[in-house]
C-alpha cells in the first residue's frame, strides 16, 4: 500500500517524514493538489478544511483525486464553538498559545459543496463537544486576541473560526463512504437524515464513474505504475551506504538504450561509476556534492559521435556532420537515455539526481573518464537508495508553459506571480539565498525570508559570478571536435 501526504509547512512535512508512513511527501495546497486525477483509493483530509477559505473549491478538488470507485473521507473541526469565538490553537516549542485563522462551514455548506462536486453523501457523525470546554470559555479570550494579531488581512471577520478536535478512525476497516465526516455529524443536511439508501449509493457511484476525468487510456480498474512513478519524481540527494545491486543496474542500462534517439543514429554513451575512489575524484571536480561521492553508482551519459566520424571514414566518405545541429541531436540523445533511466531506477524504488555540474569542469571529467575525441559528458545520474525524502518540489503553472497551436506569454506575469509564491511557502530557501553581490556589490538588498523567492533566486543565480564558471565550455567542445557552425 502507497501513502502520499499533502501539506503546505515544510516544518509539518518534516515531522510527518520522521514517522515513517509516507511513501511519498508533498509540499501544495489542497485545492490544487500536485496528484494526478484519479491516482487514490483513498483520500483522507485532516483538520485542514476550516482553513480553506472557498469550500466549493476543496470539494472540487477532492473528487479528482479518487478513482471512480474510491472515497473521500474528511476530518475536520465542528462548528459549534466557531460561535463561541474560540479558534483553533496550538503550543509553540516554547509554550506560546498561537491561534490560527481559521474559516466556518456549516454543515450544510459541507453537503452542498460535496454534492455540486458529485459527491454521494454517506455517513456523517457528530462528535460531543467535551462540557469542560464551556467552562474555559473565559480563558479563550487570549486565543482570539493572538487570532486578531495573526490576520494580515484577512477577509474573514474573527468570529468566523471552527473548534473541537476529531480523530481519524484507527483502522481503515471504518472508512467506508464516499464522502464521510468522521465528526459524527447526525443531521444530514442532505435530507435524508443520516445513510442514503443504497439504491441511491449505486446511482451516485455509476454518476461518478462516467464524470470522472481521467487520462487518456486510463483504465480506473487497473494500476498503472508508469504514471506513479512519473508523476511521484523527486531529486534525492541523500544516500545510504548501500550498493545498487548489478541486475538492477543492468535492468537501468537496457532501460536507457530503449530511449529515443534521434534517426537512430545513437550518438551517445554511457560511463558506469562504482569505483570508490573514482567517485571521490567525481565529487571533487563535480561542485563538491557529497551526494556525487556517497551514491551507490554514477551513470554520466556522454554525447558521442566518434562511432560516426569512424564510419564514414571506415567507407572513405566524408563527414560532414561538423555542424550545430549534430550537438543538438548527440546532447539530446544522452539526455533522453538519461531520462529513461532515472525512471526505471525510481520505478524499482532508488533515489536518483541528475547531475549537470558533470559540465563545470569538462576537461577534469574528460581526463578522469579517459574521454576521447568527440566525446564529452553531457549529464550524470546518481543512484543509489535513498536516505532522504524532500517531497515533491512544486512546478510551474501549466498555464504558464503549455499553450495550444501557438506560442502564448498571456500568463506569464500572472503564473510567475504564483509559483514565486508557491516556493517561498515551501522554505526551500531558507539559509540558500544567493548573495547579492555575486550580482553587483553596489546592489542594496531588501528581500527577507518572507519576500525572497523563486523569481529572486532564479534572477540572482542567472545574474551571478557562477555563470561565469561554464564560460569556456565552447572552447572545449572545440578541442573536442564539435562544431558550433
Known amino acids: 500500500m502507497r501513502v502520499a501526504g499533502l501539506d503546505r509547512s515544510p516544518a509539518m512535512l518534516k515531522r510527518a517524514t520522521r514517522k515513517g508512513q ?3 511527501l508533498a509540499i501544495g495546497d489542497v485545492v490544487r493538489a500536485p496528484f494526478a486525477d484519479a491516482r487514490f483509493d483513498l483520500a483522507i483530509s485532516v483538520l485542514a478544511a476550516c482553513h480553506v477559505a472557498d ?57 452542498a459543496a460535496a454534492r455540486t462536486a458529485g459527491l454521494a453523501l454517506l455517513e456523517m457523525r457528530e462528535r460531543i463537544v467535551r ?52 465528526t459524527k455529524w447526525i443531521h444530514a443536511a442532505s435530507g435524508h437524515g443520516g445513510d442514503l439508501h443504497q439504491d441511491e449509493r449505486v446511482d451516485s457511484m455509476n454518476e461518478l464513474k462516467t464524470q470522472r476525468p481521467r487520462f487518456r487510456g486510463y483504465a480506473p480498474e487497473e494500476d498503472n505504475p508508469v504514471l506513479e512513478t512519473l508523476l511521484a519524481h523527486r531529486s534525492v540527494r541523500a544516500y545510504k551506504d548501500a550498493p545498487v545491486p548489478e541486475k538492477a543496474v543492468d535492468l ?34 563535480c561542485g563538491k556534492q557529497p551526494f556525487v561521492a556517497k551514491c551507490g553508482v554514477l551513470l554520466v551519459f556522454c554525447s558521442d559521435i566518434s562511432r560516426h566520424v569512424h564510419v564514414c571514414a ?31 531506477a525510481e520505478s524499482m524504488g532508488f533515489g536518483t539526481c541528475m547531475l549537470g555540474n558533470v559540465r563545470n569542469d569538462p576537461p577534469a571529467v574528460s581526463d578522469l573518464l579517459a574521454l576521447p575525441r568527440y566525446v ?11 536516505d532522504e525524502d524532500m517531497g515533491l518540489k512544486p512546478r510551474m503553472p501549466r498555464r504558464v508553459m503549455v499553450s495550444r497551436n501557438r506560442y502564448s506569454s498571456e500568463h506569464m506575469e500572472d503564473g510567475l506571480a504564483e509559483y514565486d509564491e508557491t516556493m517561498r511557502l515551501t522554505g526551500c530557501y531558507l539559509g540558500r539565498r544567493e548573495p547579492l553581490n555575486d550580482v553587483d556589490p553596489d546592489f542594496e538588498d531588501h528581500f527577507t525570508d518572507e519576500t525572497y523567492g523563486w523569481i529572486e533566486h532564479t534572477a540572482r543565480r542567472l545574474g551571478g559570478k557562477n555563470q561565469f564558471e561554464r564560460r569556456n565550455f565552447g572552447a572545449f567542445l572545440d578541442s573536442k571536435g564539435f562544431s558550433r557552425r
Open 22 to 24: 509516507y511513501t511519498g
Open 55 to 111: 469550500i466549493n473549491a476543496f470539494y472540487g478538488e477532492a473528487p479528482r483525486l479518487v478513482r471512480p470507485e474510491g472515497y473521500v473521507v474528511l476530518v475536520d473541526y465542528h462548528p459549534f464553538i466557531l460561535v463561541r469565538g474560540i479558534p483553533t490553537h496550538f503550543k509553540t516549542e516554547a509554550g506560546a498559545q498561537l491561534a490560527i485563522e481559521n474559516w466556518v462551514h456549516f454543515l450544510e455548506d459541507h453537503v
Open 131 to 182: 462540557p469542560r470546554l464551556d467552562t474555559r470559555q473565559a480563558g479563550n479570550e487570549r486565543y482570539r486576541e493572538r487570532a486578531r494579531e495573526l490576520r494580515h488581512g484577512l477577509a474573514a471577520p474573527i468570529d468566523r473560526i471552527v473548534v473541537t478536535r476529531n480523530r481519524l478512525p484507527r483502522s481503515i476497516d471504518h472508512v467506508r463512504p464516499v464522502y464521510y465526516v468522521e
Open 252 to 285: 537501468i542500462l537496457e532501460a536507457a538504450i530503449r530511449a529515443p534517439t534521434s534517426s537512430n543514429l545513437n550518438s551517445y554513451a554511457i560511463v558506469v561509476i562504482d569505483d570508490r575512489d573514482l567517485l571521490e575524484k567525481m565529487y571533487a571536480v
Open 314 to 344: 571506415k567507407r572513405g566518405y566524408p563527414y560532414r556532420g561538423d555542424q550545430i545541429n549534430t550537438l543538438f541531436v548527440t546532447h539530446g540523445d544522452a539526455i533522453l537515455a538519461c531520462q529513461n533511466a532515472a525512471v526505471a
Open 376 to 386: 564529452f559528458a553531457s549529464v550524470g545520474l546518481a543512484i543509489g537508495v535513498a
